[in-house]
């Protein structure tokens, strides 16, 4: 069935409202159930992840002009009036009109014909105001400022102004409102980056070097680097750089026995074993039987054969294990802060009371991931987020109590053009320091 991107947009978009789901779920699901052309496809993407990004900014600006919340919308409405005000706002190439014809259609198309009046009154409003909004002064009000000029939510603004200045905290905001790079690992066990970036230059994909001797950067390209050829015969994965930093940072040789604590869907743990020359043990753990299918596929596309996958609960890992490892990967379950401009809807799922309990876990993970290590064994700690609970604070508490270990310097294992800011035990990288994500990497070992 043919449907046209505004049409799929507004129906992913109150697909993610009423069912509380997740934009790259919603989107996948939808584009792979209807036939749109590849730039109908890239113009629905655009406008989900817009909408994801500019949700609070876009509810506050339709606000101005409805005379109820546009949260008690329904959830159609609400898709329709968003992905209409996002590209009146922040859509140049699309004019204001036709934002507005488009998404009055749409509404007289569905059950919810009676409202068309009133969306084409709030959009046209908007257009007509839209370089004389109201937006509150950074000077009076840097919280609010923050929050609706950047759309994120009061809480995670007042949190980060504690933490930086009005100046960085406005960079980071910024940052993340920016989609990352797309980058490719070079399965280097199988083709060289140069041919590669050869056989991609066929498939429609220009890339240029990336920061890892492995990764290649995307600067342009359209359509699904999954459906490619050079995907499918396994010469290379999609990973962000600096998750790809990771495997990197923990340096496992050939021949050694490596484990991947939380593997799924397995990125880390195929790089573990590309770095091993595939020669040695992988295992690679996850909780989630359906999960590890992932790396599973991952490890035969890639043709790997070094990892083995285990269904595990890691706070609880084989005592067979224990004392025999010498490479631990712990990629612990976090709040993801960090990979917002990745996943703009973290922003709306999180919550500030997740930071405890998810510090409790990985706390519970860390005691027994350490307890896998050989003498000269090193355990690296790896969570997508720069929250205090989740990275420095919560490694000198556990280093305090576990006196036997400590942690090993990593600003020199970083390649030029990383910019890193230390933090307590390990180092910190944040979105706004360079085009990347935020990362917290801390690197233990038993001391001799």
């Not at 989107?27 to 590849?38: C, H, Q, R, V």
């Not at 923050?146 to 009005?166: A, D, E, N, Q």
């Not at 991947?260 to 996850?286: F, N, Y």
Request: net charge positive; glycine share 10%; with cysteine.
């Amino acid at each position: 069935m043919a449907v046209s991107a505004r049409r799929a947009a507004a129906d992913i978009l109150a697909n993610i409202d009423a069912k509380g789901s997740y934009g790259n779920l919603e989107l996948k699901k939808y584009l792979g159930s209807f036939s749109l052309s590849p730039l109908d496809r890239g113009l629905a993407t655009e406008l989900v992840y817009g909408v994801l990004r500019y949700r609070l900014t876009l509810d506050w600006a339709l606000g101005l002009f409805l005379k109820k919340d546009p949260g008690g919308l329904k959830p159609l409405l609400r898709a329709v009036l968003r992905s209409g005000a996002y590209q009146i706002l922040f859509l140049d190439k699309i004019p204001a009109a036709a934002a507005c014809s488009e998404s009055v259609r749409l509404v007289k198309a569905s059950r919810f014909s009676g409202f068309a009046g009133l969306v084409n009154a709030v959009l046209r409003n908007l257009a007509r105001r839209r370089d004389n909004l109201p937006w509150p002064p950074a000077e009076g009000d840097p919280e609010a400022y923050l929050s609706i000029t950047y759309s994120h939510p009061p809480w995670m603004v007042k949190r980060w102004l504690g933490r930086f200045s009005l100046k960085e905290a406005e960079g980071l905001l910024r940052a993340n409102n920016t989609p990352t790079p797309l980058t490719f690992r070079v399965q280097t066990l199988r083709v060289e980056g140069g041919e590669l970036k050869e056989r991609l230059a066929r498939e429609g994909f220009d890339t240029r070097p990336g920061l890892l001797p492995e990764t290649l950067r995307v600067v342009a390209g359209r359509g699904d680097p999954a459906a490619t050829r050079a995907f499918k015969t396994g010469l290379f994965s999609i990973q962000g750089e600096v998750s790809a930093l990771a495997a990197r940072l923990l340096g496992p040789q050939p021949g050694e026995l490596a484990v991947d604590l939380c593997s799924a869907p397995g990125g880390k743990a195929t790089h573990l074993a590309q770095l091993m020359e595939d020669r040695g043990r992988v295992i690679a753990g996850d909780f989630h039987p359906h999960r590890q299918k992932l790396v599973e596929a991952a490890a035969k596309r890639l043709g790997l054969e070094s990892i083995e996958t285990r269904v595990w609960d890691a706070r609880s890992l084989p005592a067979e294990l224990r004392g025999q490892a010498h490479r631990v990967l712990l990629d612990a379950p976090c709040s993801g802060l960090g990979v917002i401009r990745r996943k703009p809807d973290l922003k709306w799922h999180r919550q500030p009371g997740d930071f405890a309990p998810l510090a409790a876990l990985q706390r519970e993970i860390l005691s027994e991931g350490v307890k896998l290590l050989r003498p000269e064994g090193r355990l690296l700690y790896s969570v997508c987020t720069n929250e205090p609970e989740e990275t420095e604070e919560l490694l000198a508490a556990f280093l305090q109590e576990n006196p036997r270990l400590q942690a090993l310097p990593l600003r020199d294992a970083l390649p030029p053009g990383m910019a890193a800011c230390p933090g307590g035990a390990g180092l910190h990288l944040y979105p706004h320091l360079r085009e990347g994500e935020g990362f917290y990497f801390a690197l233990l070992t038993p001391k001799s």
